[in-house]
């Protein structure tokens, strides 16, 4: 029998066209604000008072760099608070983030440049981890399954999925389980970070509240409801989240993975 939680095709798959990379951005490049990614790092413990050099994040939708910056900065002060230097070797491996669009990859690395130097790292040091931390790739299509992550945080894109451009659509098709495909793009999104957060590691998204009651999300939810303990569920205004006016309904999701009940 088909194994809906396994993807579908294990082979490479060709990069999206940079146009339909453009469609989908304009219709789901919406970014957070500050004082929410706060918020967020916060309720799932990525502070500067713990001993971040040791832990490893997961953003697996980059867009301008916010939940990695604030990320980064929190990083480096917890290396100063226990008289850890802040080298490249130490923390290359301690945030992974993916950024589909060319253009906002490059400036979320110009803005955890900017915020590492300001905090005193060496201008040589906050290039090459801004480069390690940031991938310009799709994160649905990456082979980055077998990494295991304490901290997995972030804002998923949402679309429906008659809406993602055709191509990429097809590609996420063969890639992805059935179960999560056909419904909102954020759904898969969170499926596959969940699938490579580690036993006892925290999440904490900011995403659309359907997948507690839509029916395409029910897949999802016999998946992982036994596989989540639930801190925090914060329904808030959208003009609260998010940079721009959208219409959408968004929660804040804050679990801790544990083993299946």
């Known amino acids: 029998m088909f194994d809906a939680s396994h993807r579908q095709s294990s082979l490479p798959t060709a990069p999206p066209a940079p146009s339909e990379v453009q469609q989908l951005h304009a219709r789901c490049g919406v970014y957070t604000k500050p004082e929410i990614v706060a918020q967020i790092l916060d309720a799932v413990g990525w502070t500067q008072n713990s001993k971040l050099f040791d832990a490893r994040l997961l953003e697996p939708a980059a867009g301008n760099g916010a939940f990695v910056v604030e990320a980064a900065k929190r990083l480096v002060r917890a290396c100063r608070r226990y008289n850890v230097h802040p080298r490249f070797s130490k923390l290359r491996n301690c945030i992974t983030s993916f950024e589909l669009h060319r253009t906002e990859a490059t400036r979320a690395r110009r803005n955890i440049v900017a915020a590492l130097v300001e905090l005193d790292v060496h201008p040589?040091?906050?290039?090459?981890?801004?480069?390690?931390?940031?991938?310009?790739?799709?994160?649905?299509?990456?082979?980055?399954?077998?990494?295991?992550?304490?901290?997995?945080?972030?804002?998923?894109?949402?679309?429906?999925?008659?809406?993602?451009?055709?191509?990429?659509?097809?590609?996420?098709?063969?890639?992805?389980?059935?179960?999560?495909?056909?419904?909102?793009?954020?759904?898969?999104?969170?499926?596959?970070?969940?699938?490579?957060?580690?036993?006892?590691?925290?999440?904490?998204?900011?995403?659309?509240?359907?997948?507690?009651?839509?029916?395409?999300?029910?897949?999802?939810?016999?998946?992982?409801?036994?596989?989540?303990?639930?801190?925090?569920?914060?329904?808030?205004?959208?003009?609260?989240?998010?940079?721009?006016?959208?219409?959408?309904?968004?929660?804040?999701?804050?679990?801790?993975?544990?083993r299946p009940k």
Not at 223 to 228: C, E, H, I, T
Request: charged residues 20%; glycine residues 6%; contains cysteine.
């Open 124 to 258: 040589t040091s906050a290039k090459a981890l801004a480069k390690a931390w940031i991938t310009h790739g799709d994160f649905l299509l990456s082979n980055n399954a077998s990494v295991g992550y304490t901290h997995v945080v972030g804002n998923p894109p949402y679309v429906r999925w008659s809406k993602i451009p055709t191509k990429l659509r097809a590609a996420y098709a063969k890639a992805l389980p059935r179960a999560m495909i056909g419904g909102d793009l954020f759904l898969p999104f969170l499926d596959s970070a969940l699938e490579q957060l580690l036993l006892g590691g925290r999440c904490g998204f900011l995403c659309s509240d359907r997948w507690r009651f839509m029916a395409f999300a029910e897949s999802f939810r016999k998946k992982w409801l036994p596989r989540l303990e639930i801190t925090s569920e914060t329904s808030l205004l959208s003009s609260n989240a998010f940079l721009d006016n959208v219409d959408i309904y968004p929660s804040i999701l804050i679990a801790k993975r544990r």
